[in-house]
């Protein structure tokens, strides 16, 4: 239940062009093509924001009654052409 939250959090604000995927236990990746640093900065506060706000409670049993989820957030940019 608790990845299935953070999953539809993370496809819920993405773009059609961009891309979420978990790559191993609790980690996910999200590649952004076309944005500005800023934008993408943006987004994923707009995503943390969001997850951080998740009853972690009603997801993961015996958890207690204010558990919250450790988020991390990395960026990297990078143009192709």
Do not use: Y
């Amino acid at each position: 239940p608790l990845l299935r939250a953070g999953a539809g959090v993370l496809h819920s604000h993405i773009r059609a062009i961009d891309l979420a995927a978990r790559i191993g236990g609790d980690e996910f990746v999200l590649l952004m093509v076309g944005c500005t640093p800023e934008e993408a900065r943006d987004k994923v506060e707009t995503i943390r924001q969001e997850l951080h706000n998740i009853d972690l409670s009603a997801l993961v049993p015996r958890s207690g009654s204010s558990t919250r989820a450790c988020l991390c957030f990395g960026q990297f940019w990078h143009w192709l052409f």
